[in-house]
């Protein structure tokens, strides 16, 4: 925290003599900045692109993608991603309720498992 405050306060002290504002010329996330006229402006850096691979799903697998809310064809790290958030979220130690919600989440845990089991083995097999 110190640089932080040091910095401030040496714009300050540069600045205080004339009659700009000190405030004006402290960029504090340095990057790229386009200026027009009299008006700057920060120009955001560039976002890596995202390549999403899918291939070719059999139909039997369209629901267990569906299961783990992924568009079919979706990568093996997708895949576990959204198996693992969806663990996270059904899970049975995780439940309040009663035993209907217990019931549930256990039905819920053995569809979410066995659909990523289902996946990851045809993707194995297609490595």
Known sequence: M???YD???NILS????NDDDPFETWEPNPGKIREAGNAKERVSTAKKKIEIVRTDVPDELLADYRMLNLPAGAGAEDCKAAWKRLLK?????LVVGGAQDLERATRM??????????????????R
Request: charged content about 35%; hydrophobic content about 25%.
């Open 2 to 4: 110190g640089g932080y």
């Open 7 to 9: 910095r401030l306060g």
């Open 14 to 17: 540069d600045r205080l003599a």
């Open 89 to 93: 979220k059904n899970h049975p130690d």
């Open 109 to 126: 845990t053995t569809k979410i498992n066995e659909s990523y089991k289902r996946i990851e083995r045809w993707l194995g097999a297609k």
